[in-house]
C-alpha cells in the first residue's frame, strides 16, 4: 500500500470530479481518510460537500493560502485546466513546504516526455517535472490518451457525435489509446493508494482503455446504435497546415491520425492486472452531459 491517507484535488471539472468521486469510495470503504477539493469559488460545491469532500476555497497567487489548504495532505492530485496549468508550480511549491509526499501533474493526455517539436501538443511540456526535481518533490504522471467517453461529444473538436457529425483528419485508421474518465480516476486512486511508493514516485504511468481507430470506433458506434453518423474526411496536408498555424482543433485531430499511440501494448495497464476498462463505444454510450 502506498500508506497515503489524506488526498487533495485541484480542480473538480471535467476530469477532477471523476477522480474525487473514486477518492470518496475509498474513503466510505475506510481506505483513506481525508478528500479536500481546491477552487476558486465555494459556489456550486455544495454537491461535493454532501458526498463527503471538503471543497477549501484558495488564491492561486497566495502561498499562505495554499499552505493552509495542503497542511496535512499526502498527495497533490492536480486536474487543473489546461488553461491555468501556470499555477501548478507556485502549488507545488506550497506542497513541499508543509511535507505533501507526491504530486500528480495536470496531464492525462499524450506522451509529454518523449514528444517531439513537429508533433502536435497534446499535453503540456515536462517543466513542471523538471521543477518537481529541483525542489525534491516525488511526482507520477499519467499518459491515458483521449477521453473516451467525452471527446466525441465535443463539437469545437469537430466531433459531434450526438447530433451524428464527425470530422476526421486523414484517412480515420490512425491507432489511438483511448480511455474514459471514470477508468482514468480509478487507475489514479488504484495507483496513489495500492502502490509502495518505489513503484509510485517518479514514475510515468502509460495507461489505455482501448487502442483502436476512429474509423473503428465509428463503424461499431454504427453497428450498435443503429444511428447514422456522416463522417467528413479532412485531408491531411490541410489539418497540418492550421495545427502548424496553432490551431487547436486542428492540433488535436491530428492526434486521431498520427500521434495516438504513447508505448506498446504491453507498456500499457502494467500495474494493474485487473484495471479491466470499458472499451470506447462502451463510454461513448455512458456519456452523460
Ligand atoms: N485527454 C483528453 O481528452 C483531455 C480532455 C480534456 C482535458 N484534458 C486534460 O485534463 C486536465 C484537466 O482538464 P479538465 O478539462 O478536467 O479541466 P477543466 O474542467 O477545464 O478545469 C478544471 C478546474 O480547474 C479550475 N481552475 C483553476 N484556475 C482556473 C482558470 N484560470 N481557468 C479555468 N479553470 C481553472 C476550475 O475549478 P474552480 O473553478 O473550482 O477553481 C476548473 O473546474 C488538463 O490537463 C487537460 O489538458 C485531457
Known amino acids: 500500500m502506498s500508506g497515503y491517507k489524506n488526498f487533495a484535488v485541484v480542480g473538480a471539472g471535467t ?3 471523476f477522480i474525487i468521486d473514486e477518492l470518496l469510495k475509498e474513503k466510505a470503504a475506510g481506505k483513506i481518510d481525508k478528500v479536500v477539493v481546491l477552487t476558486r469559488s465555494v459556489n456550486g460545491n455544495d454537491a461535493l460537500a454532501e458526498k463527503g469532500a471538503k471543497p477549501i476555497v484558495v488564491d492561486y497567487a497566495s502561498s499562505t493560502s495554499l499552505q493552509s489548504a495542503l497542511h496535512g495532505i499526502d498527495v497533490v492530485i492536480s486536474t487543473i485546466s489546461g ?3 501556470a499555477v501548478q508550480e507556485p502549488l507545488s511549491d506550497a506542497a513541499k513546504a508543509v511535507g505533501v509526499k507526491l504530486f500528480v501533474p495536470s496531464e492525462y493526455a499524450g506522451d509529454t516526455i518523449n514528444r517531439t517539436e513537429e508533433g502536435p501538443v497534446f499535453g503540456p511540456k515536462n517543466e513542471l517535472r523538471k521543477h518537481l526535481e ?3 518533490l516525488p511526482w507520477a504522471v499519467f499518459f491515458t490518451g483521449p477521453f473516451s467517453d467525452w471527446i466525441l461529444y465535443q463539437p469545437f473538436l469537430g466531433f459531434d457525435i450526438g447530433n451524428g457529425k464527425v470530422e476526421v483528419s486523414g ?3 490512425g491507432v489511438v489509446s483511448w480511455t474514459s474518465r471514470i477508468d482514468i480516476a480509478r487507475y489514479v486512486v488504484y495507483a496513489t493508494t495500492v502502490l509502495p511508493p518505489s513503484k509510485l514516485h517518479n514514475r510515468v504511468f502509460k495507461i489505455e482503455g482501448e487502442r483502436t481507430s476512429m474509423n473503428k470506433v465509428l463503424a461499431e458506434y454504427q453497428v450498435r446504435t443503429g444511428k447514422k453518423v456522416e463522417i467528413t474526411y479532412l485531408p491531411l496536408e490541410e489539418v497540418e497546415a ?3 498555424a496553432g490551431d487547436i482543433k486542428s492540433i488535436l485531430q491530428l492526434v486521431f491520425e498520427l500521434y ?6 504491453e507498456e500499457m495497464n502494467v500495474d494493474w492486472p485487473d484495471f479491466n476498462p470499458e472499451t470506447v463505444v462502451d463510454a461513448i454510450l455512458s456519456y452523460k452531459a
Not at 495516438?260 to 501494448?265: F, K
Request: proline share 0%; charged share 30%.
Open 83 to 85: 488553461l491555468a496549468i
Open 15 to 17: 476530469l477532477g470530479k
Open 134 to 136: 529541483q525542489i525534491g
Open 171 to 173: 484517412t480515420g485508421d
Open 260 to 265: 495516438g499511440e504513447y508505448g506498446t501494448e
Open 242 to 244: 492550421k495545427a502548424k
